[in-house]
């Protein structure tokens, strides 16, 4: 069943520029998939493609049923069921951790805040920072930061969580800690799309394997058949 399918979708700058020339791509329920390819080859503005977060010009994007326009009128409701973790975790850094998770559910969900906090503390726990839950995110590590933006997108129960390079970010030691949490949100079943250059990630934990270069999707396989090939 398909939650992500984005058909032919094309996308250029003012300026001329063609960063994405006709790309498709479907991502089934569960299904956890891997874009590699080199640096500006058009990865990122892909998958925010599928969170509205970039307009594009020609093709389609459906997202679990719902249809993302060419200027993103109606944006709303597809940011509600899709997650984004960013390389930079872009979290409010006025607000707590604890804020930071339940600050969309309170004001987008209208969830009570008690409601609301039960949640995020469930979520924060595991990912293993519930005990950082009073403290500003400039006071925890690039690791325990990413988690939190981790359980920050998962506390809007998305159909579909987005990854945009989350451990290109971070020193090597803090590396492990996300790529665990994600492995396991992969078991669990969640569907997921990941930009990055993991490839031990991509190997364990992929269904498949896409390689963009160019604006173009030119490879796709399992991790097996990718990495394994001469
Ligand atoms: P990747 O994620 O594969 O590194 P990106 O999706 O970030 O690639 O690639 C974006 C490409 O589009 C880059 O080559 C970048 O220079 C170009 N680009 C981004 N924004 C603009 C813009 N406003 N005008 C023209 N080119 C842009
Ligand atoms: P990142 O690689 O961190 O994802 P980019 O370098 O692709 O980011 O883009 C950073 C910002 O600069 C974006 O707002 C993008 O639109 C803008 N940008 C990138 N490349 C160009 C370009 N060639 N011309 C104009 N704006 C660009």
């Keep these: ?15 001329g520029f063609h960063v994405l020339k ?6 089934n329920r569960g299904e956890v998939v891997v874009i590699m390819g ?6 990122s503005t892909f998958i925010r493609t599928f969170n509205a977060l ?19 009128k109606d944006i709303e ?19 707590t951790v604890l804020q930071n998770v339940t600050l969309a559910p ?12 039960e949640v995020a503390m469930q979520l924060l726990e595991r990912v293993g920072i519930a005990e ?20 920050r997108s998962l506390a809007m129960q998305p159909k579909a969580m987005l990854f945009d390079e ?20 992969a078991g669990e079943g969640m569907t997921m799309v990941c930009v990055t250059h993991e490839v031990g990630f991509a190997r364990e934990v992929a269904d498949r394997v896409v390689l963009m270069a160019d604006g173009m999707l030119v490879e796709e396989g399992t991790p097996d058949a990718f990495f394994n090939n001469p």
């Design 166 to 185: 989350p451990t290109s970010a971070l020193d090597p030691e803090m590396v492990r800690e996300v790529l665990d949490v994600m492995r396991e949100l």
């Design 132 to 151: 950082q839950a009073k403290k500003f995110p400039g006071q925890l590590s690039g690791g325990q930061q990413q988690r939190v933006a981790i359980a």
């Design 22 to 27: 006709g790309v498709s791509l479907t991502v």
């Design 106 to 117: 309170i004001w987008v969900r209208r969830w009570p805040k008690r409601k609301a906090n």
């Design 77 to 95: 409701k597809v940011r509600k069921e899709v997650g984004m973790v960013f390389q930079q975790f872009n979290l409010f850094p006025h607000l």
């Design 38 to 43: 080199p640096s500006g080859s058009g990865k």
């Design 54 to 72: 970039e307009p594009y010009q020609k093709g389609r994007i459906e997202i679990d049923g719902i249809l993302i326009s060419h200027d993103l």
């Design 1 to 15: 069943e398909p939650v992500i399918v984005a058909q032919d979708v094309e996308k250029w700058y003012d300026n």
